[in-house]
């Protein structure tokens, strides 16, 4: 299947950069998203020059060699890591292409009018692939794919030593350390699937001298390879499987790293104990010969960890451009990477979040809200993530090498928000785009008490239940498709808070929103919003009517990718400091509360009940 890309140049920008008498300074970002790739460029005084978009081929396997014929792929979601990097090649090659139509030439050695690249990345998904061969072992498993929780319940097994069923509070017996708990979600659990179920890559990890060629990564690490790698004189191997480049740099940031079940939060680094409690009890150890094969390959097989921002992260070799004749030029040649951040770190980051309890959402393929903790980690009570926000590394010209101490965040996830929209176009065929959710929801007063709870590979945070399986309820014979979408909508503002009985107390606490507000002891008075279904007016206005709290649209609506040119260009010196990048923030629009205290409480009430019809559906022997 082939993906348009569509390209935009915001002219008046345009304009005045070419009427400059000197070259201009523009940053580039590459957002890596789960169902698209973007990239932008920003101009120095932060105005958006442009912005290209290609969605990629989600697969959604059915069956797989690597599991008996009883077993199921139901919940299996992966990408394929080079349908990645070529979206993101394609982004970069359209937006040089339709900026040469207007004058603006960016190839060759006008590259180093882009100053610095930074990347941006959907989390957790992980992959693996030999650095000496090029071969990648298995597709990418995607953050959200659920065939890790039987994964995640093993790790639980091995590393508690009491009788009887796990209980909840087991999850968090990594939590300390890492500030998440044993799930399915991350990057740790889909490395141990790998290494369980790919015979290639257990045989390479059993070899002496081949086990030190493995390399594990999220997708930054996969983009920063591939961006800083040369091509191999041959780019297919006798079966005709693509090879990935060679020699690439091997590193990841602080923000991703914190994502993988591997890494301590106070270290910032890799710690092999961790790493053996989530992996060492794989039985690809267990038949090994040498005492040098019986363990996992820390010091190879992982990616370096960096500093978000710092300007000797790597440099960019060129993304072939095709001319008109047949040839081709060479696209952010030299180009430094100076900033690496996960999606949801580099959207706190473009929303200027950089003081302790300022706090964002992002409405993507998932939920995510988070706020700024400072230095000090918080360790949650109330089913949040302890996670790195970012860390200011090296800059050009500065005499301090030493990296700042990292700034935390707490993170609330929730695995479902714009792709239930995607399942209401693409599976029930019920809507014919997402823009069309809005007026469908609008021509109905209300749901009218039917809540649809988009459960489809359990629920994240604050319950960590993979059990849970959606379902809409409420259902009479007057509800209509257009209630199906207003309810589709409004799971997504309900979920940032869900209630959840306190069990030291008798009252109710309204999570993620409202645990946020325990755990940090910060009182929310706004909460600003980014992602693509800000566009959607009514789901904003019933988001603020939900939490009774302003909802803040900024100017930027892409902030993901802005807060990574931000990153980038602070390393290089294209804006000075943080309280420089904060002014370049600005509001767009501002939505304010209006529904009573007696219908928001009628909503939660019904809500609660709908979560709880989702519980329990799958048991130990699905």
């Known amino acids: 299947m082939m993906f348009e890309c569509h390209v935009h140049i915001n002219q008046s920008v345009l304009s005045a950069l070419l009427s400059l008498s000197s070259p201009p300074s523009l940053v580039g970002s590459i957002d890596q998203g789960t169902s698209s790739s973007r990239f932008l460029l920003v101009t120095s005084s932060g105005s958006l020059l442009s912005t290209a978009q290609v969605e990629f081929r989600q697969h959604y396997p059915t069956s797989s060699p690597h599991l008996s014929h009883n077993e199921s792929c139901a919940g299996w979601h992966e990408h394929d890591p080079f349908d990645i990097w070529d979206s993101v090649c394609q982004c970069v090659s359209r937006t040089v292409e339709e900026l040469d139509k207007r004058g603006l030439d960016l190839c060759e050695e006008h590259s180093s009018w882009i100053k610095a690249v930074g990347i941006t990345n959907q989390r957790e998904t992980t992959l693996v692939w030999n650095d000496r061969t090029g071969k990648v072992y298995y597709n990418a498993i995607v953050w959200d794919d659920t065939r890790t929780a039987s994964v995640a319940e093993n790790i639980l097994r091995e590393n508690h030593d009491s009788s009887g069923g796990i209980e909840t509070t087991m999850k968090d017996v990594l939590r300390a350390e890492t500030g998440l708990p044993v799930a399915s979600y991350f990057a740790g659990t889909k490395v141990r699937w790998l290494i369980d179920h790919v015979s290639e890559l257990q045989a390479d990890l059993r070899s002496t001298t081949e086990r030190t060629n493995v390399r594990f990564g999220t997708v930054d690490v996969w983009l920063l390879y591939m ?224 809540y649809l709870v988009p459960a489809f590979s359990g629920l994240f945070a604050p319950h960590w ?109 294209v804006w000075n400091d943080l309280n420089g990048v904060r002014k370049m923030w600005a509001v767009n629009t501002r939505w304010n509360p209006s529904m009573d ?22 048991e130990d022997d699905d």
């Open 227 to 450: 961006l800083t790698g040369y091509k191999r004189s041959i780019s297919e191997s006798e079966d005709g499987v693509r090879l990935g480049y060679d020699g690439g740099v091997f590193k990841t940031d602080v923000s991703n790293a914190s994502r993988w079940l591997f890494m301590s939060l106070e270290s910032l680094k890799w710690e092999a104990d961790l790493v053996k409690k989530v992996v060492g009890g794989s039985a690809c150890w267990n038949d090994c010969d040498n005492d040098d094969t019986r363990s996992f390959p820390v010091a190879t097989a992982l990616p370096e960890i960096v500093p978000s921002s710092d300007c000797t992260i790597g440099t960019i070799h060129g993304i072939p451009c095709p001319t008109t004749d047949g040839t081709y030029r060479l696209a952010l040649k030299n180009v430094p990477i100076t900033a690496i951040l996960g999606d949801q770190q580099a959207a706190l980051f473009g929303q200027t979040c950089f003081l302790p309890g300022e706090a964002k959402c992002t409405y993507g393929t998932g939920l995510f809200l988070m706020m700024n903790t400072g230095t000090d980690m918080i360790p949650s009570t109330h089913g949040l993530l302890t996670t790195v926000a970012y860390q200011l590394g090296r800059r050009v010209a500065s005499e301090d090498h030493a990296p700042s101490k990292p700034i935390y965040a707490l993170e609330g996830s929730v695995a479902f928000s714009g792709s239930t929209i995607q399942w209401l176009r693409d599976r029930l065929e019920i809507i014919s785009s997402p823009s069309e959710s809005e007026s469908l929801a609008m021509s109905v007063p209300s749901s009218q008490g039917m």
């Open 597 to 618: 205290d007696e219908e928001r409480d009628k909503s939660w009430k019904g809500w609660n009940k709908a979560v709880q019809r989702s519980l329990n559906w799958l």
């Open 465 to 573: 239940r993979p059990d849970a399986r959606a379902c809409m309820v409420g259902l009479t014979a007057t509800h209509s498709k257009a209630h199906i979408v207003r309810s589709a909508l409004e799971s997504s503002a309900y979920q940032i808070f869900t209630n959840l009985r306190s069990t030291s107390s008798n009252l109710e606490a309204r999570e993620v929103f409202d645990s946020m507000v325990r755990d940090s002891n910060v009182e929310l008075k706004e909460m600003r919003v980014d992602g693509g279904a800000t566009a959607n007016k009514f789901l904003m206005q019933f988001q603020s009517d939900i939490l009774n709290v302003p909802v803040i649209r900024p100017e930027h609506l892409e902030t993901t990718g802005w807060g990574a040119a931000l990153a980038a260009g602070l390393a290089v010196g």
